[in-house]
Structures are given as C-alpha cells and as structure tokens.
C-alpha cells in the first residue's frame, strides 16, 4: 500500500501558470500551506523540547548541526513547492525540514551506521523515539487522507484555470 500521490505535468502547469496568472499560482501555494498545515504543526509539537540526546545540546565540528535548538528545528518545518526544471523530478509539493540536526534526529539510521559511535547513537534514538523517521513521515501517515483530498482539490483547481486559459 502506497502513501503518495503523484500528479503528473503540475510542475510545468504551474510554472506556465506563473508566467500568465501569477495572483492564481500564489493562491495555490498558499491552499497548498494550509492543506498541509495539520502535517507540520503535528511536526513540530513531536519534536522533544530538550536535546534528543545529552551530545546534541553541545557544538558539534562538523559544521553548524548542534546544539539542539527546538525553536530553530520546529520553524525549519516549512512547506514547499518547487518548480524548478530537474529532469524528471516529480516531488513538487512537500513539507520539508531544513535543520541539519533536526534532520539528523529525524533520520539516522534509515541507510546504517557507518561508525560505532554512530550506531551507538542510532541505537539510542531509536530506543527513544523509534526508527527513522521519527517525526516528519509518521506526521504524514496520520494525516494522509486529509493531505490527500487537499492536494487532489488544487490540483482541480488549476486543472479548471488551465481548462478556462485554453478556451478563450
């Protein structure tokens, strides 16, 4: 059983739809923030509000992951709609985390850990939160149907505009 829709030719709908009804394309991604709202308000108040695990309230060297922020992990939870030409990417419409730790914290473990110490983490999220991923698709899985219907009734919607824009 699959949990996705996959509507095909959106993104170059959309793009066309920018170029010659911009005010309809920012009505559609902003129906398409609040079909997906439930999703990322779920999100963010499954986040823990402490570090998941006592290493991630510290810096980390590798770049900017850590310290854990739940303020900057929750907001980092958007939606988006891409429409930019990438071959034959299908995934225009989705919710996105953009917080590397949060990322880390949601997904760890989904592909193994490469190191001990990384299986040693990915053993202890897991022992707290459960597998990858902990927050993002689990928040969709209880909203699919919700989301679904949503997202079939914009994808009407700008099947309508494009209909009307040919006829005239």
Request: no cysteine; charged share 30%.
């Amino acid at each position: 059983m699959s949990n996705s829709v996959t509507v095909v030719g959106i993104k170059e709908t959309l793009r066309e739809l920018n170029k010659i009804e911009p005010e309809l394309r920012k009505e559609i991604i902003k129906d398409f923030r609040q079909v997906v709202k439930p999703v990322v308000n779920e999100v963010r108040q499954s986040l823990p509000s402490q570090p998941p695990l006592s290493g991630f309230g510290r810096s980390w060297k590798a770049g900017k992951i850590f310290p854990w922020d739940t303020g900057i992990v929750s907001k980092s939870v958007i939606p988006k709609i891409d429409t930019r030409k990438r071959g034959n990417a299908l995934a225009v419409m989705k919710v996105i985390m953009r917080s590397a730790g949060g990322t880390v914290t949601d997904m760890a473990g989904k592909r193994g850990g490469s190191t001990t110490r990384g299986q040693i983490m990915i053993a202890n999220l897991e022992r707290r939160f459960g597998r990858a991923s902990r927050f993002m698709w689990p928040a969709y899985e209880r909203k699919a149907n919700e989301i679904e219907g949503g997202v079939e009734q914009i994808v009407e919607k700008v099947t309508d505009a494009t209909n009307r824009r040919m006829i005239r």
